[in-house]
């Protein structure tokens, strides 16, 4: 019991941490970029996260699985946190629990934390790629 709490506790502090910039970016650059012109952050929860009807926006969808025990996990939301302003803004991240979200692993074939799925209009796989941060999910959205 006191692994889930550790648990709730760690997913919901990075993912506080990974959204932080979409409430405090600096002044001057929030001037400069509307909320349109952000990138988008989604905390997948099952039966509420429709990745469907996300992925079939003008965005690109990209599921990013983490596990909060994952040092290179926590690396990636802390440069995503930081570098929030740097990804392309027609990207919406989806973030998804790697220790809880079996099923969603199994679909697309995830077996490794700190992974990133770009999927297609249909919600389904395009692209399956581990770490590299900003750049990479600049990079393998194109």
């Known amino acids: 019991m006191k692994y889930q709490s550790f648990r709730a506790v760690a997913l919901a502090l990075a993912v506080a941490f990974a959204?932080?910039?979409?409430?405090?970016?600096?002044?001057?650059?929030?001037?400069?970029?509307?909320?349109?012109?952000?990138?988008?952050?989604?905390?997948?929860?099952?039966?509420?996260?429709?990745?469907?009807?996300?992925?079939?926006?003008?965005?690109?969808?990209?599921?990013?699985f983490f596990a909060t025990w994952c040092p290179n996990c926590i690396l990636t939301l802390t440069?995503?946190?930081?570098?929030?302003?740097?990804?392309?803004?027609?990207?919406?991240?989806?973030?998804?629990d790697y220790d809880t979200e079996t099923d969603l692993k199994a679909k697309y074939g995830v077996t490794y934390q700190d992974t990133f799925v770009l999927l297609d209009k249909d919600a389904n796989s395009a692209k399956l790629w581990n770490a590299g941060g900003v750049a990479g999910l600049n990079e393998n959205t194109r």
């Open 19 to 64: 959204t932080a910039p979409l409430v405090s970016l600096p002044a001057a650059a929030e001037t400069a970029q509307t909320e349109e012109s952000r990138a988008r952050l989604v905390q997948y929860e099952p039966g509420v996260t429709d990745l469907a009807a996300i992925a079939a926006q003008e965005t690109k969808a990209v599921v990013f």
């Open 79 to 96: 440069e995503l946190s930081e570098k929030w302003s740097d990804i392309e803004p027609d990207i919406t991240v989806i973030i998804a």
